[in-house]
């Protein structure tokens, strides 16, 4: 089941310009303010945030997610690795960007007691990494809420209670 995907670079672009808009809005007035502390403070924060939101995308685009009989692994710079039996909890949310929600992306968060990874639809193989994520969330008995178990009806994913017998 050895199986590896990436976050495509085409579904990164948007939040790449975002960051760029943020980082020029903030960053070239914060150059001619030099004489306002208080102005150049709020400048630099919100500079700041723009710069860790550009820093997470790379950090997304750098990573690899690979799931084999073990479990889901993400490789790359702040990799981490969630055994299948570790799952303890599963969240799955989607968020909608039009008001009628039938446009949005999900997330799926997936926590064991030490560790806790964080992927969106917009990965490739997503769907069946979600798929395998909530088979072993249910086979452990793991956490998940109201919107949780309706998101997973939403995406069409059944549960094989045939490894329960």
Known sequence: MNNA?????????????RAAI??????????????SPILSTILAGILLVFIGFAAK?????????ETDD???IANGPLG?????????K??????????????????LTLFSKAEKMTLESSLNGFDDIANNV?????????????TTMENIASMGITINMADEA
């Open 70 to 72: 073990e479990g889901v």
């Open 5 to 17: 995907q990436e976050y495509p670079l085409s579904s990164l672009y948007g939040d790449y310009v």
């Open 134 to 146: 909530v088979q072993a969330g249910f086979h452990n008995n793991a956490e998940m809420d109201e």
């Open 90 to 107: 599963v969240a799955l949310k989607f968020y909608s960007t039009h008001r009628d929600k039938n446009e949005g992306w999900m997330q």
């Open 22 to 35: 943020g980082v020029l809005f903030f960053g070239t007035p914060l150059y001619f303010v030099k004489d």
């Open 80 to 88: 981490r690795r969630i055994a299948w039996r570790d799952i303890n």
């Open 57 to 65: 995308v790379a950090l997304r685009q750098m990573t690899i997610i």
